[in-house]
Nanobody, 115 residues
Framework: QVQLVESGGGLVQPGGSLRLSCAAS????????MGWYRQAPGKQRELVAA???????DYRDSVEGRFTISRDNAKNTVYLQMNSLKPEDTAVYYC?????????WGQGTQVTVSS
């Protein structure tokens, strides 16, 4: 069964940092572009960052220069280093395949940026 397990979220002050992790089933991880999505209250889920199996990356404009996505193919894990966090980054963060996510999303990890 395909599983995605996100972790690393929390409460942080504006300007702070967090590192998210996502452990994915090997069956979906090794050959796919993986991404971090987020969903804020009352808003649609949006793609934040993506990384190909070869390590090429792409970012949403609003996080460019602040967030860094990386992956460890040996551990089937994708990471999101988030720096200079802003209140508008507050959301539940999920990982999944890009561009066609699988139906079984993980539970996500809550990121709250507030003073």
């Amino acid at each position: 069964q395909v599983q995605l397990v996100e972790s690393g979220g929390g409460l942080v002050q504006p300007g702070g940092s967090l590192r998210l992790s996502c452990a994915a089933s090997g069956s979906i991880f090794s050959i796919n572009t993986m991404g971090w999505y987020r969903q804020a209250p009352g808003k649609q889920r949006e793609l934040v960052a993506a990384i190909t199996s070869g390590g090429s990356t792409d970012y949403r404009d609003s996080v460019e220069g602040r967030f860094t996505i990386s992956r460890d193919n040996a551990k089937n894990t994708v990471y999101l280093q988030m720096n200079s966090l802003k209140p508008e980054d507050t959301a539940v963060y999920y990982c999944n395949i890009v561009p066609k996510p699988i139906r079984s999303w993980g539970q996500g990890t809550q990121v709250t940026v507030s003073s």
